[in-house]
């Protein structure tokens, strides 16, 4: 029977955890109060009571063993901190109320507060320095379990494209003929372990990245280690089947995001619009439209200055405006390009699940000289925005189209 406990080396992580969260809120704490009384303050039961239950509670939670196992995101982050913060104050004010004191007293002691936002703000620089490990870390080990075809996919992407993380690599089919080593990550100093979907793992394997995974070993889908490290998402990796692809893609499609994505394509675009009129009604140039495919595969008219340059593209704010296109989104292309696109490439027809964009992912920085398949490459690129479309993307993205209109021959890859 095999052993399910987790390793010592894994409770030592959460351990150390632990104790960085309760450093970084005392001094953190200690810093705020020398800011607003000017002085020190001496060691009392109130702020180390709350710092003390704070850290029991997330604890509970699972925040550190999360973050040992590198799974705490922001959404997770964001709930724990807050039942820990509304469990403090609870237990707050029942103190306050057995001593006998107005419940009110609580809420205005200088501490309380503090100490709750302070929790969070800890608890997000340890998440952050996860994220970033990368910057003082020569290089991630990751070991691959995937099949021939993933193995190739991979390989041709991570020689022509890079990695945005700089990482070394071990291969080893799914499906070899003797189970994982127990000892392979301390040799091989492993970070991770990316498994493909091609072919199942035997029960034996499955069990031992199980505790590779309590003792911090990072578990990943190729899929998902492709978003993380390469920015990109290789069609050839895409799920096949219909109800996986509706599942991983429904940021594209639905959630407050997309609502407020279209919210600020409307103002903005009215904005723009009212600056470039002026143009229009000095110069008046001849518009050029053509018939591309939209939002869930809905056919608009695209409208473009006649002529190439880098103003070409400036009539497209009333596609925007319009609905029919969005300032960020997929490249649109026309109806015969994207069905002869969707019988080439998987997964090209996600790009109907949200509007076509003026600007994209896809196309700010082009493909490699060494890519043969230009549409290949943006549509990994595409469908990793797809997934992963925000607010700070969305500016950063406008921000370097705006750059190559005025510095055409800049890279911002």
Partial sequence: MLKQSPPSAALGRVVRFVLADALLLATSWALVYQLRFGQWPAVSRGPLGLIGVWLFIQYLLGTYTALARYQLDFSRQLRNCSAAAVSVMALALILTGLRGEPWLSTMSRGFLFPVVGLGFLSTQVLRLSQISSHLWKPQEQWLFLVSQRERAVLSS????????????????HPSALAPLPEALPPLLQLDGVAIGSDEQLCEVDKQILLRWQESG??????????EQFLHRLPPALVTPIWAERVQAFAHAR????????????????GFLLLLVLPLRLLMRPRLYRDRCGGCQGSAFERLRFAGSGRLSALPQLINVWRGEMSL????????????ELQQRLPGAELRQWMRPGMTGWGRIAGPPPEEPDEMNWELGRDLYYLRHH?????????WSSLLQMILPWRSFR
């Fill in 217 to 226: 070993i990072r578990l990943l889908t190729a899929q998902a280690w492709s």
């Fill in 328 to 339: 960020v989104g997929p490249r649109p292309l026309r109806l015969d390009v994207m069905q």
């Fill in 157 to 172: 992407e991570i020689e022509v494209g890079g990695c945005a993380i700089p990482c070394g690599l071990e291969w080893r």
């Fill in 390 to 398: 925000s607010l700070s993307l969305d500016l950063r993205l406008l």
């Fill in 254 to 269: 639905t959630g407050p995001s997309a609502r407020l994505k279209r919210l600020g394509d409307v103002f903005v675009s």
